[in-house]
């Protein structure tokens, strides 16, 4: 009784705004899987010079390095107590 | 030889200035003004004892043999460091607020504290971490010999040399790594020195790079002109190679011992993982950025037989470049000496915690916790840890010989040391992993590990037999160490890792289904799985027989006098209690044994303190009173809020209650000076014609007139005494019901004759269709009813031509009986008050009545289970009697 629930149905938009932060933290490797397994299809029949493959596969990681940063970024600011909460 | 010189002078002037570093980063942490020294930027800097002199040398050789392939091994870590908010998050949480010492600790910690666990962790960690430090000495050692040519060889041969090296590490290690007990006190000057480090390799190796890019290469443009044209042109990477090697790499960033050291023991602060996530990945770029150039070149320039492994220093060396192989030449020197040591003090750790330790304390009894200095023991195993652990890996590397390409010592390593990974991973996300679980996962993995890659590894005829490798143990094919189940999948690592963890997996996740976890093993798997909603402590001491004494006598041994002292002493300030010696609570127990485990893990802090308070392991009922304290808490609270509600609700219905009896007590009095008043004014006319009477000297006429006049005022008394005498009954209850059936009509015709409507100008209307109701009430008193609203009618109707309407209506759930007059009606201000007591509308008492008749009709109606009111606006005096329809039998009308 006058408790706070845990998980209250509704945000306001700054925390919903956090959550969902955390959540593209959550994808992110799942991305970061997907992208380095693509060279798997390149697989026999197609001739892919290493020269190629390397300015992709670097490409890439550029740009996982990037988002990573972003949502760090975001994440590191808000106070850690709230890095506990549930999606 | 000049220019050996010139390296030794330069290695060991490097050498030194890692001393001098380490030395007064350990010194400014000690007086606390160590912030820039927990930045996140040196975090991520320390991380990078991933890339070891493997990376620096290896990966080159690596692209050179197989291309592209080896980015597999950056590309791993890139995935885990990019997924922190999964897992690293945790297992930082987990390792601050559990004070885990390394992965064994963590693993033996989260299975209820289980030393056995810890001992097949550390065993996994030793025969996984052994050959890549020999891997590490080797490839100085070789590094050296390709800077000195045969020199080397004449000034003692390499051996000595790896020796001397090995040598060094351990006094290095030895000097920076046990200075401190605690292992949570952090090693600040390591871990800057390793930072240092990691700069270095770092700059090192790009500046080789833009070096043979732009130096040799001609440019970016030219240089992947050279790409296309070399032996390694085409993407030529299986694809089982691609993901088994991603997989492998990513876990063992996870579970390598002294990549768990940097991630999660030296860990100041969760945040710097946000830092890493992606400045680490960004490190492992740079890192590899420049691999494939190098090995193109490289391949290209040198002559033919030139190990690829040394292109980072040769191809410098083979173009005059001797400042830049120089400092590649430090840049694996970094990479090879950082790793040692780190892994030495990871390794050294669990050893002595998990091995050492419980054999000296078993060894001494009991008592030896009081009496032995404890803190010594533990610094002096563990340096005599990291000195075996140098051994170790100096006796592999010169009983090998190496030889070996570098980078498969590696892989062979990262695949050992990943069999714990399912117990790791399985610890902290499911709760019903078990001990026996994590205990079976681990053998059946390793020993799949050992038996297909490890021993095979060594080629024919040192551990297995050429015809064992070919046909199997005693010729049974489907055994074949690198063909298991008859499926020869062509690459034996990928063979390898599959059956290795798949059958781990299947062994955990079955053994832990099959078993069933102690109670503390319950209680850490909660406390570890959600370790973002529990903030409470581990462990679980009931008030024992634990003396305070003993305990502080042993926190002493282990914490150190001053630690321990100051410990007890706010414990026993918290309880309020002045002195050393505070109650042996089981909060402050837990406490203790979470500092305690900081200096020998979890498992032997427990095991010690268990052993002062007589039993080893807890109680269900222990585990309960520290699982149920928020509970009961919460409980507590709730109790208390339904207290006070309670009493709040008691105190208004108490207040209410005391209202009714104000009211009530007015109500007497009124009631009282009303019956007073109402048998006073017969009275009065009865006493003064009783006294005529008596006087005599009456005629006839007069004396039947006055004897009259008294008749009639006591029937009046007699009457109003009767319905006094009613409605007490009715209202206290007593009354009995006389239920009968009959015609409502029957009952109106009655009501009217008895009120007298014949005689009197009273014009009754009805509607005797509706009325045809039979019912089953009591038939006599409702009739009473009636004839009290007919009677008031008859008197306080003031129209010229008075009428009174009966109407009967159905509303459904009741029955309306209304009788309406077309008098003047009631004033709105006395329609409240008409069915109290002696209450009348105006002033006349002509009518005769004292006022009771509606409040008789009230009590009665209600008895009957329905309500009268009063009807206003129907343009007279109006009321209607309600009756739940229960009461109707028949409908013989409409």
Redesign the interface.
């Known amino acids: 009784?006058?408790r706070k629930p845990e998980n209250p149905l509704f945000l306001e938009r700054q925390r919903y705004r956090m959550r969902r932060i955390?959540d593209a933290?959550?994808f992110?490797?799942?991305l970061?899987?997907f992208l380095?397994?693509i060279?798997?299809m390149?697989?026999a029949g197609q001739?892919?010079?290493?020269?190629s493959?390397?300015i992709y596969?670097?490409g890439a990681?550029?740009g996982?390095?990037?988002v990573?940063?972003f949502l760090?970024?975001k994440?590191?600011k808000m106070p850690?107590d709230n890095?506990?909460e549930r999606p | 030889m000049g220019i050996l010189n010139v390296l030794v002078t330069v290695s060991l002037a490097y050498v030194l200035f890692l001393f001098t570093v380490a030395f007064f980063a350990d010194r400014s942490a000690a007086r606390g003004r160590a912030k820039w020294l927990q930045s996140p930027l040196i975090y991520t800097l320390s991380l990078s004892i991933y890339c070891t002199a493997w990376t620096f040398y290896g990966a080159v050789g690596y692209a050179a043999r197989s291309g592209v392939e080896f980015l597999t091994i950056y590309l791993g870590p890139s995935i885990v460091m990019i997924g922190w908010w999964w897992t690293l998050r945790k297992l930082v949480r987990i390792g601050r607020s559990q004070r885990v010492t390394s992965i064994a600790d963590l693993i033996s910690s989260r299975f209820g504290k289980s030393n056995s666990l810890a001992v097949v962790v550390t065993v996994i960690a030793v025969v996984g971490t052994t050959p890549y430090i020999a891997l590490q000495l080797q490839s100085v050692t070789l590094a050296l010999e390709a800077f000195a040519g045969d020199v080397a060889k004449t000034s003692g041969g390499p051996s000595a040399t790896t020796l001397w090296l090995a040598a060094g590490l351990a006094l290095f290690t030895v000097l920076f790594g046990t200075r401190n007990l605690d292992a949570n006190e952090r090693h600040d000057g390591v871990v800057m020195a390793i930072a240092v480090e990691a700069v270095v390799k770092l700059v090192a190796l790009v500046a080789v790079g833009l070096f043979v890019i732009w130096g040799i290469g001609g440019g970016v443009g030219p240089t992947l002109e050279r790409i296309s044209q070399s032996d390694i042109a085409r993407w030529d990477v299986s694809g089982g190679r691609w993901m088994g090697l991603m997989f492998l790499s990513a876990s063992a960033v996870l579970t390598l011992p002294r990549m768990f050291q940097v991630l999660v023991v030296e860990n100041e602060d969760e945040r710097h993982l946000a830092t890493a996530s992606w400045a680490f990945p960004a490190y492992l770029m740079l890192m590899s950025l420049f691999v494939v150039p190098i090995a193109v070149i490289g391949l290209e320039h040198m002559p033919e037989g030139a190990n690829p492994d040394l292109f980072v220093l040769t191809l410098p060396l083979s173009e005059g470049q001797n400042t830049l192989a120089m400092l590649s030449f430090l840049g694996g020197f970094s990479s090879a000496t950082s790793m040692v040591i780190v892994a030495a003090i990871a390794l050294s750790t669990m050893v002595s915690n998990h091995i050492v330790m419980p054999i000296w304390l078993s060894a001494q009894g009991s008592t030896a916790i009081v009496a032995g200095d404890v803190r010594h023991v533990v610094l002096l195993s563990r340096r005599l840890s990291i000195m075996g652990v140098l051994t170790l890996g100096y006796l592999y590397h010169h009983t090998t010989g190496g030889g070996e390409a570098l980078a498969s010592i590696g892989l062979i390593s990262f695949a050992g040391v990943a069999q714990t990974l399912p117990a790791l991973l399985g610890g902290i996300f499911w709760r019903g992993a078990t001990r026996i679980g994590a205990l079976c996962g681990m053998v059946v993995g390793f020993v799949a590990w050992a038996y297909t890659l490890f021993m095979p590894s060594f080629g024919p005829e040192v551990f297995l037999s050429d015809e064992f490798l070919r046909n199997g143990p005693m010729g049974i094919g489907w055994l074949r160490p690198q063909a298991l189940f008859g499926i020869s999948q062509g690459d034996p690592l990928v063979h390898s890792i599959i059956w290795s963890m798949s059958l781990n997996a299947l062994a955990f996740f079955v053994g832990s289904l099959v078993s069933f976890p102690t109670p503390l093993e319950r209680l850490q798997g909660a406390q570890f799985v959600n370790v973002f909603d529990h903030s409470t402590r581990p462990g679980s001491w009931s008030r024992g027989m634990a003396e305070a004494e003993d305990l502080l006598v042993m926190a002493q041994r282990i914490l150190g006098p001053s630690e321990a002292q100051s410990l007890f002493r706010s414990e026993a300030a918290s309880q309020g209690i002045t002195g050393y010696l505070p109650e042996t609570t089981p909060e402050f127990l837990q406490r203790l044994e979470r500092e305690m485990a900081g200096s020998v893990g979890a498992a032997t802090a427990h095991a010690m303190i268990g052993q002062i308070l007589g039993r080893a392991s807890v109680t269900v009922e222990d585990l309960m009173a520290v699982a149920d304290e928020t509970a009961q808490i919460m409980e507590y609270s709730n109790q208390l809020e339904a207290k006070s509600a309670e009493l709040t609700r008691t105190a208004r219905q108490l207040r209410a209650a005391n209202e009714k009896l104000t009211q009530m007590s007015v109500q007497k009095d009124a009631f009282l000076s009303q019956i007073s008043h109402e048998l006073r004014t017969p009275m009065t006319s009865i006493r003064a014609f009783s006294e005529i009477l008596r006087d005599g000297g009456l005629d006839e006429a007069a004396l039947a007139k006055y004897a009259g006049i008294i008749h009639d005022e006591a029937i009046r008394l007699t009457r109003l005494l009767d319905d006094l005498l009613d409605l007490s009954v009715l209202e206290n209850g007593q009354v009995s019901l006389n239920e009968r059936i009959g015609r409502l009509g029957d009952v109106l015709d009655q009501a009217e004759a008895a009120a007298g409507i014949e005689n009197s100008r009273l014009r009754v209307v009805r509607s005797r269709v509706r009325e045809d109701l039979v019912l089953y009430t009591d038939l006599d008193r409702l009739a009473q009813v009636f004839i009290n609203l007919i009677s008031n009618a008859l008197k306080y109707c003031d129209a010229k031509r008075p009428r009174l309407e009966i109407a009967v209506r159905d509303l459904g759930d009741n029955l309306a009986i209304d009788f309406v007059d077309n008098g003047g009606g009631i004033p709105t201000a006395s329609q409240d008050v008409i069915f109290e007591k002696f209450s009348r509308v105006g002033s006349d008492q002509a009518a005769g009545g004292a006022g009771l008749g509606l409040a008789i009709c009230r009590e009665i109606v209600h008895r009957l289970g329905g309500t009268v009111s009063y009807l206003p606006g129907q343009g007279g005096a109006a009321f209607r009697v309600l009756l739940p329809m229960t009461v109707v039998r028949q409908n013989r009308g409409s």
């Open positions: 009784m006058g955390m933290a959550r992110a490797p799942v970061a899987a380095f397994l060279p798997l390149w697989g001739e892919v010079p290493t020269a493959a390397l596969i670097f990681w550029a996982l390095i990037a990573t940063a760090s970024h994440l590191r850690r890095w506990q």
